[in-house]
């Protein structure tokens, strides 16, 4: 039987609470099998089904180091605030959990800054972030891809190149946040996700920003 939804809960600092439909996401992703070699360095694709397997999109335990390198903090009661559990491309970037200072739970984004420097709050309902997941991007990291469809890029991207036909969205992911929230599934991520800071933005009105920000280490 698949560990996935175990290592995964278990994987979360205990000052966040984990959002009701994010825990039943990953009983699900366990439930159905999709996960891969979970156990070492073990994954899950996070916006696809077994019938497409491909894009940076992947579900993966939480590593404390992550937040202590973000927060420049050895102090449990700062980096436990931040759990970074969706990468959201292949540059490193992250989708995390953010224990916010009124003590609400938001999805907030971590670009790595070797390529995508998308640093805010993502979206602040859990069942938004599913929503995104099952649009079929490739990556999420990238906002000035935020208005167009996956299809369209793509089509970009391969414009002069004869490769695969453009990949599908997961019919068994879209089905099962449309029955299981009763939501829609948008045809693009700005449907969702209103615009994101950039880390090197000069000021910025988005509070996980501004707690990054404030956690700096002063020159």
């Not at 202590?68 to 992250?94: I, N």
């Not at 979206?123 to 995104?132: A, E, F, M």
């Not at 029955?179 to 933005?201: C, G, L, R």
Request: aromatic residues 10%; charged residues 25%.
């Amino acid at each position: 039987m698949s560990q996935f939804f175990e290592t995964m809960m278990r994987s979360f600092p205990e000052a966040i609470s984990v959002p009701d439909p994010l825990i039943t996401y990953f009983r699900w992703i366990g439930e159905q099998g999709l996960d891969h070699n979970f156990g070492g360095d073990g994954y899950a694709y996070a916006d696809i089904g077994p019938d497409q397997e491909n894009g940076c999109l992947a579900l993966r335990p939480v590593d404390p180091d992550y937040a202590r390198a973000w927060t420049h903090s050895d102090d449990a009661s700062v980096y436990d605030r931040l759990a970074a559990f969706c990468q959201t491309g292949g540059d490193g970037s992250y989708a995390a959990l953010w224990l916010d200072n009124d003590g609400g739970t938001r999805v907030v984004h971590l670009g790595s800054g070797s390529g995508s420097t998308m640093l805010g709050v993502l979206v602040n309902d859990p069942v938004d972030l599913l929503r995104l997941l099952a649009i079929g991007y490739d990556e999420l990291c990238w906002p000035e891809n935020h208005r167009k469809t996956p299809k369209e890029i793509w089509a970009e991207d391969n414009e002069d190149e004869e490769f695969e036909p453009a990949p599908k969205p997961s019919v068994l992911l879209q089905k099962w946040v449309s029955q299981t929230f009763d939501v829609n599934i948008p045809k693009t991520a700005s449907e969702i996700v209103s615009d994101v800071p950039d880390m090197h933005d000069d000021r910025s009105d988005d509070p996980f920003w501004q707690w990054i920000v404030s956690l700096e280490p002063k020159e």
